[in-house]
């Protein structure tokens, strides 16, 4: 198994990569970092949910685990972060360090009025 999983270049990662990248991402100053946190790419929040994660629940909202550098593709924690699923393929560049280090060089918020406004749909009304 594992020699055709090499063949196809398949990479699985485990749940302590998944907890490595969530580390490595950009925090929000007014949301605990145990819950939110910063996509790099789009500049909205990531929800910790790593239960749905792990089930790769193909929402756009979802994240997944990144390389910061790609170039050099090292399996390391310390070059894993989390995006949103479907930001991967806006990425600049595949070495991503400038601009990580450009982003947590700013103290990045959590827009409240997302949650008022999306808290409540109401369906009843036609």
Known sequence: MRKAMEQQK?????????????????????????????CYICKYHLQKN????????????????DLINAKKPFLQPDNYIAVHLNCVPNRRSLDSRKQIK?????PWK??????EDNSVIDTTKN
């Open 110 to 115: 959590f827009d409240e009025s997302w949650i």
């Open 50 to 65: 790593l239960a749905e994660h792990l089930l790769m629940n193909h929402d756009g909202f979802n994240w997944t685990l």
């Open 102 to 106: 450009r982003v947590l060089k700013t």
């Open 10 to 38: 398949i990479i699985e990662f485990q749940a302590s990569d998944f907890e490595a990248a969530w580390e490595n991402t950009p925090t929000l100053v007014n949301k605990k970092a145990a819950e939110f946190r910063l």
